[in-house]
């Protein structure tokens, strides 16, 4: 914005490209800076973390109409729990669908049992992380919920990233396992020297597993346990 103070007027224009932005959104810019504006003179001893960002209607869209629940959440319950219920409410019907085909609530819930149990059977530590080394896909979204039943937090990782960048953000998370495809694994495996973690292959039976691996494993999990952690650009340092 180029600012032009006049006596006590204060005036200003935004200069953008009408190819990179639509009028509505940068009319949406020039509303919030109005506020800030607004929000120094009214207050100028404020910090200005402290200052309201969105105008009124803006806030209360956000806030209040978009935000709106007639009840509460469910209590105390973990992301892999609200769809165990999810699944014994609505076991038909469609929960995941991809270009090759699609699972029911009950199947990707089986699924992702027969995992959770893979993984406990390996001895996974309860409040351990595993990476997530692996594409988008049916067999990645049954991953991420079976470590989140067996008590676990997963880590995902870009397999299409170089080898020895992998290799630095596994070494930095230090996981009990990686979950991954045998691809994957052997890619890894050929960097060098023996992995100080073991693998756990994440692409699971053609046909669903058997009805003793798909139980729900109740393993007691806290709701303020981690479920996901994320590398941001740049946040090793490297």
């Not at 960002?53 to 609200?82: E, F, K, M, Y």
């Not at 997530?132 to 989140?148: D, F």
């Amino acid at each position: 914005p180029l600012v032009t103070i006049d006596g006590t007027d204060v005036r200003w224009q935004l200069v953008y490209q009408e190819c990179l932005f639509e009028p509505s959104t940068v009319a949406h810019w020039m509303r919030c800076l109005e506020t800030i504006i607004h929000g120094m003179m009214e207050s100028p001893e404020s910090r200005i973390d402290r200052l309201d960002l969105l105008p009124a209607p803006d806030a209360r869209l956000l806030h209040h109409t978009w935000n709106h629940i007639d009840q509460p959440g469910p209590p105390s319950l973990g992301v892999h729990q609200c769809f165990e219920n999810q699944a014994a409410r609505t076991p038909q019907a469609g929960a995941l669908v991809w270009d090759r085909g699609s699972w029911s609530y009950a199947e990707l819930n089986a699924r992702a049992n027969h995992f959770a149990r893979k993984l406990i059977a390996a001895g996974l530590p309860n409040g351990s992380v595993v990476a997530l080394v692996a594409e988008r896909g049916p067999h990645t979204v049954a991953a991420m919920l079976g470590i989140l039943k067996a008590g676990a937090s997963y880590a995902p990782l870009d397999p299409g990233l170089p080898e020895q960048r992998l290799h630095s953000l596994i070494s930095d998370l230090a996981p009990a396992m990686v979950a991954c495809n045998r691809d994957q694994r052997n890619r890894l495996h050929s960097h060098g020297s023996e992995p100080p973690f073991s693998f756990i292959d994440i692409t699971g039976p053609k046909l669903p597993p058997p009805l003793e691996e798909c139980r729900n494993p109740d393993v007691p999990v806290r709701p303020a346990s981690a479920a996901c952690l994320m590398f941001t650009s740049g946040s090793t340092g490297r």
